[in-house]
Nanobody
Framework: QVQLVESGGGLVQAGGSLRLSCTAS????????VGWFRQAPGKEREFVAN????????NYRDSVQGRFTISRDNAKNTVYLQMNSLKPEDTAVYYC??????????????????WGQGTQVTVSS
């Protein structure tokens, strides 16, 4: 069993930055692939970024490539999503999700068995 807690959301102006954190408990992070997803009002949940277990392959959706960076600190059992050059269309609830020995290439919600409660990110224009 894995428990995930997100933090770091908030309100920021367009062009600004935020760093989201996802802290895992119940299992060592080394063995877990972690993904970030987001869901805007009235829209489907969508994949944002993913990092594989261990030293982790990384994978991003096209619209955040070059602006967002996913990383992990296994000693702190935490995965980060650094978000730069934020745009109003990045506004959503952001969720982290975990998959045992995830490769970093999973992009579907159904590929992940554990989810956090979400954190709101609002980007004003």
């Amino acid at each position: 069993q894995v428990q995930l807690v997100e933090s770091g959301g908030g309100l920021v102006q367009a062009g600004g930055s935020l760093r989201l954190s996802c802290t895992a408990s119940g299992r060592t992070l080394w063995t877990i692939g972690v993904g970030w997803f987001r869901q805007a009002p009235g829209k489907e949940r969508e994949f944002v970024a993913n990092i594989g277990w261990g030293n982790g392959n990384t994978n991003y959706r096209d619209s955040v490539q070059g602006r967002f960076t996913i990383s992990r600190d296994n000693a702190k059992n935490t995965v980060y999503l650094q978000m730069n050059s934020l745009k109003p269309e990045d506004t959503a609830v952001y969720y982290c999700a975990a998959r045992s020995y995830g490769s970093g290439y999973e992009t579907k919600s159904g590929d992940f068995g554990y989810w956090g409660q979400g954190t709101q990110v609002t980007v004003s224009s």
